[in-house]
C-alpha cells in the first residue's frame, strides 16, 4: 500500500472516531482501514464499554489495546458499527469480504442501529461487481456452491490457502454484472452450502465516509 493510501485510511479513520460516544460498545469491522482506526483508539479505550469484533485478527488487536471484547451474545443494543469496504456504489450497498470476514461483519452489521462505513475515494464504483464477490462456503459445498454462481453468470475462483474464522472456504465470483444488488443477495443466499455472500444491499450501510486528498466526504444513505 502506497503511503498516500494509508494518509488516506488514517484520515477516514479519524473523521470516523467523532461518531464514538462515552459508555458505548462498538462494533469493529476488519481490515486495513479499521486497523487505521484502531491505531487511533487509545485515548478512547477508558472511554468505551467495550467492543464486539468481527474477526479473530480484530479481536487481538483490541485486547491489546486493553478494549474489552464482548460476544454479541451479551449485547442488547449496538449503538454503532465501523467497518470499511472493498466497493459501495451510491446507495452505500457494499462489497465486502476482501479480508475473509465478512460472516462476522454481516452479523455485526445487522446487529448495529447505525452502520458506518470508512473507505478512501477509490472504493467508490456506480456499479457494484469490479471487485470480485466473495462468497463463503461450507467446504464440502465448494463444488456445487461455484457450479451454480456460474449458472448465476460469474466465474468463482476458489480463494487459495484461506481457511475463515469460522473454518470455511472463500469463492471469489468474477465477472457478475450486479444491476439488482437486492436480488442477487438474496439468490446467492439461497444456494444450499453458502454461508454469506459479501453483498451487503439489504443492509447497506448508513452512512459514508470517504478520504480523499481534500478531505473527508460524508455521504448519508439515500432515503
Ligand atoms: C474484510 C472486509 C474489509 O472491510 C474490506 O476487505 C476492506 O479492507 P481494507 O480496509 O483493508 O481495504 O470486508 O472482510
Partial sequence: MSEEQQQLKRRVA???LEYLEEG???GV?????VNALLDQLAPWVPRLRGAVSSSEGST???RELGVPVLDLNEVDDLGLYIDGADETNPRLQLIKGGGAALTREKIVAAAARRFICIVDQSKLVERLGRFPLPVEVIPMARNLVARELTHLGGRPVHRPGVTTDNGNHILD???LAIDAPEVLETAINQIAGVVTVGLFARRPADLLLVGSGQGVRRIEKPA
Fill in 14 to 16: 479519524a473523521a470516523a
Fill in 29 to 33: 469491522g476488519t481490515g486495513s482501514t
Fill in 24 to 26: 458505548m460498545v462498538l
Fill in 60 to 62: 487481538r488487536r483490541l
Fill in 173 to 175: 465470483v468474477h465477472d
